[in-house]
């Protein structure tokens, strides 16, 4: 999550700018795969510093918020602190959109029968 502040608050127009893609909306993309990435982590992370005794379903809510609110936290700031970059609702929704679907993969992967063996 230190890259995904770096890179989210940096300005490299000093440095020339980053390379310019034509891709329509790479950005949100991006925004996706990080906070996808981030919350299966997040929820492996939680379980695994608990030793399991944190059920699966709370380490999801705990993730859910936590990077929810971060995604939140880092918009405000670029769009407030930051003068090359730019807060966007659409971002913030790529980011949820992330979390979602990074905690729908972690619970199928703790719902099927050959999948994680740890408790709800």
Known sequence: MFLVTYLS????SEYGGLPIMKIPHMDKAV???????????SCFFIRERTAGRTPIRKAM???????AFFGLLIEFLQYFMTYDRSGEILDFM????G???GLIVVNLWFSAKSGLKWRY
Not at 61 to 67: D, F, V
């Open 61 to 67: 809510i705990y993730t859910a918020l936590a990077m």
């Open 9 to 12: 608050l940096a300005s490299f």
């Open 31 to 41: 925004h996706f795969i990080f906070y996808f990435i981030g919350s299966v982590l």
């Open 94 to 97: 790529a980011n949820l959109t």
């Open 99 to 101: 979390i979602v679907l």
